[in-house]
């Protein structure tokens, strides 16, 4: 194989397919060999990769039991540099010598089934050049399997670059292997919480057993990972798998559609599975070895009947019919391939477990449209039986409209709900802590009046003046209460606008100066932009301008009620990157400052608190705290007591752009 032209750092590595010399039942050391071709003697030719079986010898054709010895004269550049040579499965037991040195083996070579014992090994090896020509000799026997010969492919490359190739091959055939296991488990779970689930069963016991015989073919993993495997034990296993996952297979089909797979055809292929799987039990590998190929065309047959048994389910319109025939369809054509493989007639192959994961993924397609069936069947009978008790129609209809809308926002009502119950609790107790005194002395009144205990008629209009101003403080506390735990739930609309700091100034500039100036106090605005970028713009603010107007009336409405006439109240309004704070300041009685971090709790009423004005619900500065935690932002008290307080909050600031 003249190689001169190859370079193996820019070529990469090459395949060593092609006419080698073949000596048949001789084994010849690396100079015999060396010196038959370097004399010219003729020697057999053989074409690699491929067995030696069906070859011609001496007017007949060879088995696959026997010995012979391959030679290859390989020509290379000059190189200082480790080559390598990735050796794959060779049936069954192999000698390597490189330039004349012995570099690998596996098993023992022999000329007669006693004096040879067969071995497994796919490996790398390694080997300095020696000069521009590479000699290559390998001895193989086989007196154990059906095939002999070297069957795959042998590379020759850089040594860095044919162990990457090897590391890369290794993982792809773990994380097949992996995968096959793991889906196998899943299922097997499945099962597990469901006994009915039979179909699950046969899925899981399937992928396990595919998954086993994956790590022993292509790059022989297990064998890398665990030497000390016997070489009969792994071919019996492998055939073993094979011949015991078509049954599976078949059954797990007939879960999916038992009126195109009828019992009959299940229980032989059963029959078979089990009938070849003793046979590879109990018969010695030499011969087993002889029961695939009829397997193979049983293989075939069972695969063209379960394609045309899927085939007439898509035509029976089946649930998932159409995900059976495209899995179905191309995990059997990969069957195919690798039978035509591993008979020699093709020599590509190995794909059985790629089709196998194309099937898997089809197959969850399957399982997921019989869960979501399962689930609508659920939800269909679970509505029926609800419509039988004929006094609760107006709540059904009610619950299955708040259902349909809880499925299309399930994570929002997660959060809602949390918040609805809180301010569920928070409303019953506030009602019981708030309303139990007004309604007592409503109840004393009325029962003064209805004994007759009052009878002036001055006194009766006195104490209904009095029931009548229980009754609209309740009406007051009541809206307020309502208001607070629906901001609270989330169950107001904001309408939030984008406002330049400009206009939210301009805004609230000259809009409580009556109300203040009524009430004998003195009222100014102070707008200072402390942050301003280069074109002169302090940003803008996201606001619910009506909103915020709440906020600051009721801070006002108590600075008011705290302030002596002749006082006065500022309204403060600057840009304190990143945020737009406000500030009310007054010169009243001002804070205790052990009430400062409770002014914003509800129905906090303590006599030098902030949170409400004589007669006030309590629940202002309440309100006005949700309102600006919904803007994103924070409110705050300052004070000192006898010089005033200070009511602040602040709005999250955007960066100053063009409003279009």
Same mark, same amino acid.
């Given at each position: 194989?003249?190689?001169?032209?190859?370079?193996?750092?820019?070529?990469?590595?090459?395949?060593?397919?092609?006419?080698?010399?073949?000596?048949w039942?001789?084994?010849?050391?690396?100079?015999?060999?060396?010196?038959?071709?370097?004399?010219?003697?003729?020697?057999?030719?053989?074409?690699?990769?491929?067995?030696?079986?069906?070859?011609?010898?001496?007017?007949?054709?060879?088995?696959?039991?026997?010995?012979?010895?391959?030679?290859?004269?390989?020509?290379?550049?000059?190189?200082?540099?480790?080559?390598?040579?990735?050796?794959?499965?060779?049936?069954?037991?192999?000698?390597?010598?490189?330039?004349?040195?012995p570099?690998? !083996? /596996?098993?023992?070579? $022999?000329?007669?089934?006693?004096? @040879?014992?067969?071995?497994?090994?796919?490996?790398?090896? %390694?080997?300095?050049?020696?000069?521009?020509?590479?000699? &290559?000799?390998?001895?193989?026997?086989?007196?154990?399997?059906?095939?002999?010969?070297?069957?795959?492919?042998?590379?020759?490359?850089?040594a860095?670059?044919?162990?990457?190739?090897? @590391?890369?091959?290794?993982?792809?055939?773990?994380?097949?292997?992996?995968?096959?296991?793991?889906?196998?488990?899943?299922?097997?779970?499945?099962?597990l919480?469901?006994?009915?689930?039979?179909?699950?069963?046969?899925?899981s016991?399937f992928?396990?057993?595919?998954?086993?015989?994956?790590?022993?073919?292509?790059?022989?993993?297990?064998f890398?990972?665990f030497?000390?495997?016997?070489?009969?034990?792994?071919?019996?296993?492998?055939?073993?798998? %094979?011949?015991?996952?078509?049954?599976?297979?078949?059954?797990?089909?007939?879960?999916?559609?038992?009126?195109?797979?009828?019992?009959?055809?299940?229980?032989?292929?059963q029959?078979?599975g089990?009938?070849?799987?003793?046979?590879?039990?109990?018969?010695?590998?030499?011969?087993?070895?002889?029961?695939?190929?009829?397997?193979?065309?049983?293989?075939?047959?069972?695969?063209?009947?379960?394609?045309?048994?899927?085939i007439?389910?898509?035509?029976?319109?089946?649930?998932?019919?159409?995900?059976?025939?495209?899995? $179905?369809?191309?995990?059997? *054509?990969?069957?195919?391939?690798?039978?035509?493989?591993?008979?020699?007639?093709?020599?590509?192959?190995?794909?059985?477990?790629?089709?196998l994961?194309?099937?898997?993924?089809?197959? @969850?397609?399957? *399982?997921?449209?019989?869960?979501?069936?399962?689930?609508? /069947?659920?939800?269909?009978?679970?509505?029926?039986?609800?419509?039988?008790?004929?006094?609760?129609?107006?709540?059904?209809?009610?619950?299955?409209?708040?259902?349909?809308?809880?499925?299309?926002?399930?994570?929002?009502?997660?959060?809602?709900?949390?918040?609805?119950?809180?301010?569920?609790?928070?409303?019953?107790?506030?009602?019981?802590?708030?309303?139990?005194?007004?309604?007592?002395?409503?109840?004393?009144?009325? !029962?003064?009046?209805?004994?007759?205990?009052?009878?002036?008629?001055?006194?009766?209009?006195?104490?209904?003046?009095?029931?009548?101003?229980? *009754?609209?403080?309740?009406?007051?506390?009541?809206?307020?209460?309502?208001?607070?735990?629906?901001?609270?739930?989330?169950?107001i609309?904001?309408?939030?606008?984008?406002?330049?700091?400009?206009?939210?100034?301009?805004?609230?500039?000259?809009? %409580?100066d009556?109300?203040?100036?009524?009430?004998g106090?003195?009222?100014?605005?102070?707008?200072?932009?402390?942050?301003?970028?280069?074109?002169?713009?302090?940003?803008?603010?996201f606001?619910?301008?009506?909103?915020?107007?709440?906020?600051?009336?009721?801070?006002? %409405?108590?600075?008011?009620?705290?302030?002596?006439?002749?006082?006065?109240?500022?309204?403060?309004?600057?840009?304190?990157?990143?945020?737009?704070?406000?500030?009310?300041?007054?010169?009243?009685?001002?804070?205790?400052?052990?009430?400062?971090?409770?002014?914003?709790?509800?129905?906090?009423?303590?006599?030098?608190?902030?949170?409400?004005?004589?007669?006030?619900?309590g629940?202002?500065?309440? &309100?006005?705290?949700? *309102?600006? !935690?919904?803007?994103?932002g924070?409110?705050?008290?300052? /004070?000192?007591?006898?010089?005033?307080?200070?009511?602040?909050?602040?709005?999250?600031?955007?960066?100053?752009?063009?409003?279009?």
């Amino acid at each position: 194989m003249d190689l001169r032209e190859w370079d193996f750092k820019k070529d990469g590595n090459v395949s060593l397919n092609g006419e080698w010399d073949f000596y048949w039942n001789r084994l010849l050391a690396p100079d015999e060999a060396a010196g038959q071709a370097a004399a010219g003697q003729s020697a057999d030719w053989i074409r690699l990769p491929g067995s030696w079986n069906g070859q011609a010898a001496d007017g007949r054709e060879r088995t696959g039991r026997g010995y012979a010895t391959f030679h290859l004269r390989v020509m290379t550049q000059p190189t200082g540099s480790v080559l390598a040579m990735e050796l794959p499965t060779i049936r069954t037991a192999y000698r390597l010598w490189i330039n004349g040195e012995p570099v690998a !083996e /596996s098993g023992t070579v $022999g000329t007669d089934a006693a004096s @040879s014992k067969p071995g497994y090994m796919p490996q790398v090896v %390694y080997f300095n050049t020696s000069g521009t020509i590479q000699d &290559i000799v390998i001895q193989v026997s086989n007196f154990d399997h059906r095939l002999g010969g070297i069957w795959k492919d042998m590379k020759m490359g850089e040594a860095a670059g044919v162990a990457s190739d090897h @590391s890369l091959h290794m993982g792809l055939d773990l994380m097949l292997v992996g995968s096959l296991l793991l889906m196998g488990m899943y299922h097997l779970g499945l099962f597990l919480i469901r006994f009915k689930e039979i179909g699950a069963l046969y899925f899981s016991m399937f992928c396990v057993v595919i998954g086993i015989r994956a790590m022993f073919v292509g790059e022989g993993a297990v064998f890398e990972l665990f030497p000390s495997i016997h070489w009969l034990t792994g071919l019996r296993i492998e055939y073993w798998c %094979y011949y015991i996952g078509v049954p599976l297979a078949v059954m797990f089909c007939r879960t999916l559609y038992p009126r195109e797979f009828p019992l009959w055809f299940i229980r032989g292929v059963q029959c078979a599975g089990a009938l070849f799987s003793l046979a590879v039990l109990a018969l010695p590998s030499w011969l087993f070895t002889y029961t695939a190929p009829l397997y193979q065309a049983i293989t075939g047959i069972v695969c063209a009947y379960v394609m045309a048994g899927m085939i007439r389910a898509l035509l029976q319109r089946r649930e998932g019919s159409m995900f059976a025939v495209l899995g $179905g369809g191309v995990y059997s *054509i990969t069957i195919m391939l690798d039978i035509l493989y591993y008979n020699q007639w093709i020599h590509v192959g190995d794909f059985a477990t790629l089709g196998l994961f194309f099937f898997i993924f089809m197959t @969850s397609f399957i *399982i997921s449209l019989k869960s979501f069936k399962a689930f609508a /069947s659920v939800e269909t009978l679970s509505r029926q039986l609800r419509e039988l008790n004929m006094g609760l129609e107006n709540r059904i209809k009610e619950r299955t409209a708040e259902l349909e809308r809880s499925n299309r926002r399930l994570e929002k009502m997660n959060e809602d709900l949390g918040r609805l119950e809180n301010s569920r609790r928070h409303l019953l107790s506030n009602i019981s802590h708030d309303l139990g005194t007004p309604m007592t002395l409503i109840q004393g009144y009325v !029962e003064a009046l209805i004994d007759r205990v009052v009878v002036d008629p001055d006194q009766q209009e006195k104490y209904l003046r009095l029931i009548l101003g229980r *009754i609209t403080g309740l009406s007051r506390l009541i809206s307020d209460l309502f208001q607070l735990s629906k901001l609270e739930a989330r169950q107001i609309d904001f309408s939030m606008q984008e406002m330049t700091v400009e206009d939210v100034i301009g805004y609230y500039s000259d809009r %409580y100066d009556l109300e203040v100036n009524n009430a004998g106090l003195r009222f100014s605005v102070q707008a200072a932009a402390l942050a301003q970028d280069g074109r002169g713009a302090a940003g803008t603010v996201f606001i619910d301008i009506d909103r915020i107007d709440q906020v600051l009336t009721n801070v006002i %409405y108590n600075a008011i009620k705290h302030t002596p006439v002749g006082g006065f109240i500022q309204l403060q309004i600057t840009v304190d990157t990143p945020s737009l704070v406000m500030r009310v300041q007054d010169n009243g009685s001002g804070i205790d400052p052990e009430d400062l971090p409770y002014i914003f709790d509800r129905f906090y009423k303590k006599d030098k608190s902030r949170n409400s004005a004589e007669g006030g619900s309590g629940l202002g500065l309440a &309100i006005a705290k949700e *309102i600006v !935690e919904f803007h994103g932002g924070r409110i705050w008290a300052e /004070s000192r007591l006898g010089q005033g307080a200070c009511i602040c909050f602040a709005l999250p600031l955007q960066p100053a752009r063009v409003l279009g």
